[in-house]
């Protein structure tokens, strides 16, 4: 089996669900220069909704392709109004506070979310339903599932779906001018809260998606892992140019082929002395390089001191 | 048309427009000139309500309109050129032009005043797919006017249009002010070059550390000794 094709193919998988993840961060950093942290808890509700709504619907007989498409859409639907309560609560009384504080808030949100989701979810790993048949195909020595095809096909037609929103609608249109001059926009008779709360649900709904991917990828769930998702997408943002669209699919992508690499060949590297399982060091290291020397990434903007 | 009393409008605990009455007529076009930091800007921020006026009020067309959102300002036909003209950097010629007729939902006439806004400025129909912040700042001036009028306002305030510019191409944004002036727009023009001004509008406000201090028709302003004295160079 070919170890580099292998890596590639696994990259790109886990890379489109990094950059579903990274687009709400960079979303609302463009329109609001805000991170929010929370991100990362709003895909773990999504694949903890699917998880019991989509169980649930099996366990009572519902055909598989049927119950997975409805816990899809409660996903959908329950991160879109979290995404949208966390905005109303959490961030707009901050709207004129310092940069630090509603940065704070975001954090605090995400524990929040965490124990919210531990205490109705539990502590225990959950299983996830297994939505999509076992069917392996093989391409010049490596190996790929119906799964993993799923996943990138999906977050690239998202994807596309996305930038023709932003680009091509007027809702896009006053998004792209909200971000570059608020004041302004709002003289032209755009709303900036509702273009804010349409950043975020937005946002939310594509984390909702990527929450259902890592679920039907992984096949396990568990209240803490949107935390380390979070942090990742996180990095993959910051990699693309956060506040920059395409740079944070490019970054998304790019991360997730990076990490699978290391993964692949830390071993050989390390004459075996670093295992796979170190494979999150690279996200890491890539995050600390790019803020070294390149802090606004590749396709980003000089943003100046936000926090 | 409109009517501002005692507006007040302070930052933190300076009071930069100090209780200032004025108004516009239906039709005309007003200047209101001073020197920088006389508050007049601070003054068309708080009729556009982009920032809080501390007292005072601001009729439109005899409607209040002194605590009302600033994104509905424009629904009521007040559009503003800032100063600094604020375009869009990132979005195209077009797309600008587009964001000024973003409350209007008639786009058969939305695309007429496209026309005409082109018939004022050729330059931006060829710079149509261009980023307006690639644009000169004369250009970015009058990119701000079209996309003004791409409202179809009933009252334009201009923020200091001429700020910045080349003479020639002062001339030629005042050119087009004038036409617009001329079909019935009714204009509340801000600028520091008090002559041009004048010169262009029919009736003036003359304003000093955030108070009005004289006004009267325009002709009288300009011949007036303390004007020509303070704001003329003379």
């Known amino acids: 089996m070919d170890i580099f094709l292998q890596q590639i193919i696994n990259g790109l998988v886990q890379g489109s669900i990094y950059a579903l993840v990274a687009l709400g961060y960079t979303m609302v950093y463009g329109i609001m220069g805000l991170i929010n942290f929370a991100h990362g808890e709003v895909v773990m509700i999504g694949t903890l909704v699917t998880i019991t709504v989509a169980g649930t619907l099996i366990k009572v007989g519902m055909p598989v392709a049927l119950a997975g498409l409805a816990g899809l859409s409660a996903a959908v639907l329950v991160c879109m109004a979290l995404g949208w309560g966390l905005e109303r609560i959490a961030y707009r009384p901050l709207r004129n506070a310092p940069r630090l504080t509603p940065l704070i808030t975001a954090i605090g949100m995400s524990i929040v979310l965490q124990n919210v989701a531990m205490i109705v979810w539990g502590r225990n790993y959950l299983t996830f339903p297994h939505l999509l048949p076992k069917i392996n195909f093989e391409f010049a020595g490596a190996s790929f599932t119906a799964v993993q095809v799923m996943i990138v096909v999906v977050s690239g037609l998202t994807m596309a779906g996305l930038i023709f929103l932003v680009y091509r609608t007027k809702l896009g249109m006053a998004m792209r001018a909200t971000a570059q001059n608020p004041q302004v926009a709002s003289l032209m008779g755009v709303n900036s809260n509702r273009v804010i709360s349409a950043a975020f649900v937005i946002g939310s709904a594509l984390g909702a998606l990527a929450g259902v991917m890592v679920g039907t990828y992984y096949e396990i769930a568990h209240y803490q892992m949107g935390f380390m998702l979070g942090l990742k997408a996180f990095t993959a943002a910051v990699l693309g140019g956060i506040g920059n669209l395409a740079g944070a699919m490019i970054g998304g992508v790019l991360l997730g082929i990076i990490e699978a690499l290391g993964a692949g060949y830390i071993g050989d590297l390390t004459g075996g002395f670093l295992g796979s399982h170190y494979q999150d060091i690279f996200a890491f290291v890539v995050l600390i390089v790019v803020l070294m020397f390149k802090p606004s990434g590749l396709f980003g903007e000089k943003t100046g001191d936000r926090a | ?234």
Do not use: W
């Open chain 2, 1 to 234: 048309m409109l009517e501002v009393t005692g507006l007040r409008v302070a930052y933190g605990g300076i009071q930069a427009v100090r209780s200032i009455t004025f108004h516009v007529n239906e039709g005309e076009m007003v200047a209101l000139i001073g020197a920088n930091g006389a508050g007049k800007t601070s003054t068309l921020k708080a009729i556009s309500r982009v920032l809080d006026a501390a007292g005072g009020d601001v009729h439109f067309c005899g409607e209040k309109i002194t605590r009302i959102p600033s994104h509905d300002i424009i629904r009521k036909g007040i559009a503003l050129v800032p100063e600094g003209r604020g375009v869009f950097p990132r979005l195209t010629v077009a797309e600008n032009l587009a964001m000024g007729a973003f409350v209007r939902s008639d786009a058969v006439d939305v695309e007429k005043d496209l026309k005409m806004v082109y018939g004022y400025f050729p330059r931006l129909k060829e710079r149509e797919t261009q980023l307006a912040g690639t644009l000169s700042g004369g250009e970015q001036q009058m990119l701000a006017i079209g996309r003004a009028l791409m409202s179809r306002p009933r009252l334009l305030l201009l923020d200091e249009p001429s700020m910045g510019l080349a003479p020639i191409m002062v001339q030629k944004i005042f050119e087009v002010i004038r036409l617009v002036a001329a079909q019935g727009m009714t204009i509340l023009l801000i600028e520091q070059n008090a002559k041009l001004a004048l010169e262009t509008s029919q009736r003036g406000y003359v304003m000093e550390s955030g108070e009005i201090t004289l006004n009267g028709d325009a002709k009288d302003l300009l011949n007036d000794p303390k004007v020509r004295a303070a704001y003329l160079g003379e």
